[in-house]
């Protein structure tokens, strides 16, 4: 019998040019993840002035560790775009590009001649995609913005805490996170547009918009009810048990009730099961205006068990309940690992190095991760020569200081 094998199917952005004009982490992150399925994703960076993120967090050998993900499957190349020439290079560069993203003040590409007049006439199917702290228009437009100042002005913070405590903001960036994601579903979706219409259109990202739609119906409770959603710790205002809670050993166990059926067998497990027939246990609400004393219930049941023994009765018992991680617990746990979830790409600086795969998995046509970071302005000439430019040309524009 003869056996054919195919060849792998091509990735789904291939032949989507996108331009990274952004820095620091929504628009970056956004061109990241096109990248990961395919796009030829040029990062542009100021020739003296490199993308902050390139120094931003630890290093190992004086190399940036951020930046060899948040750069992975890009090409970098420099450009001055205050300078004329570095103006009609990008405007030569965008003719040939799909989606351009880009984080400047409201205003600043504009300053330059790149506005969004000049850039569609360049190339009328382009898709600019302009993530800023506060849109392009507003009270607030020309603020700086950072994902911080949106997870405190989302309501995020105010809801994030011990009900004693101070407005919580979260350690990593958040609401750049979630912009990323809104970005990169903005942009296919302006780019489906563009097949039915033919030319390209605006996206304005705005990163406290994003973050505000995640934490739910937060407006729809207040304009109906006047309801302002209180800081609970880890409990919820919708369902109990909901906590975390510690083991025997040390551990530390997050337990979720969000449905009453896993709420009564958490309840039998842990040996209360006269609890099921208190009135206010039927519905999650009222089970949690009675979180005192589920917790007591299973947090003295948990505390006399070991993190194993907990988690391996919980799961006999199909009751919801998970381990609290950190980073080494998640690079060592099987489900992770099945999933490759973290994954070991080469790197020519480090050598082997583990960060995030690609973001979720397609049957037949994955995405992967082609190459980390890669230094500031690797790949000017090349990018610039493929344009069409010459060597003298690209010189002329380096003495001028334009790359």
Do not use: C
């Amino acid at each position: 019998m003869t056996t054919t094998t195919s060849s792998p199917a091509a990735p789904p952005l291939q032949g989507l040019r996108v331009l990274d004009l952004a820095t620091l982490f929504a628009g970056p992150l956004a061109a990241t993840m096109l990248g990961d399925f395919g796009a030829d994703v040029i990062k542009v960076e100021h020739p003296r002035r490199p993308d902050p993120s390139r120094g931003h967090g630890p290093a190992k050998n004086g190399v940036g560790l951020w930046w060899k993900l948040l750069g992975r499957n890009k090409r970098t190349i420099t450009l001055d775009l205050s300078t004329p020439g570095g103006r009609a290079t990008l405007l030569r560069l965008a003719a040939t590009a799909d989606v351009v993203v880009e984080n400047f003040r409201p205003g600043t590409l504009e300053k330059w001649g790149l506005g969004w007049p000049e850039l569609s006439a360049a190339n009328e199917r382009l898709v600019l995609a302009r993530v800023t702290g506060f849109g392009q228009y507003g009270p607030y437009a020309r603020r700086p913005g950072f994902g911080t100042l949106a997870e405190a002005m989302s309501g995020f913070a105010a809801i994030t805490g011990e009900p004693d405590g101070p407005p919580t903001l979260p350690p990593f960036g958040l609401a750049d996170s979630i912009a990323a994601l809104a970005t990169a579903y903005a942009v296919m979706t302006a780019l489906q547009a563009r097949a039915t219409t033919g030319h390209g259109q605006v996206v304005d990202m705005a990163i406290i918009e994003p973050i505000l739609m995640v934490l739910g119906p937060q407006p729809l409770w207040y304009d109906q009810l006047g309801y302002v959603q209180p800081r609970t710790g880890n409990r919820s205002r919708n369902n109990a048990p909901r906590n975390t809670y510690r083991t025997a050993d040390g551990s530390w166990l997050a337990v979720s009730t969000s449905a009453q059926s896993v709420a009564e067998r958490v309840m039998r497990l842990v040996g209360r099961p006269e609890l099921i027939a208190e009135p206010w246990f039927a519905e999650g609400t009222t089970r949690a205006q009675h979180a005192d004393v589920l917790d007591e219930a299973v947090g003295s049941w948990i505390a006399r068990h070991t993190r194993d023994e907990a988690m391996a009765a919980f799961e006999k018992a199909e009751a919801a309940i998970a381990p609290i991680y950190d980073v080494r617990d998640v690079l060592a746990d099987p489900q992770y690992q099945a999933l490759d979830t973290v994954t070991e790409v080469a790197d020519p600086d480090l050598g082997p190095v583990r960060m995030q795969n690609v973001l979720f998995r397609l049957s037949e046509t994955p995405g992967s991760i082609r190459w980390t970071g890669r230094p500031h302005g690797a790949d000017t000439d090349a990018v610039l020569t493929d344009l069409g430019l010459t060597e003298s040309e690209i010189a002329r524009l380096r003495s001028e200081g334009a790359l």
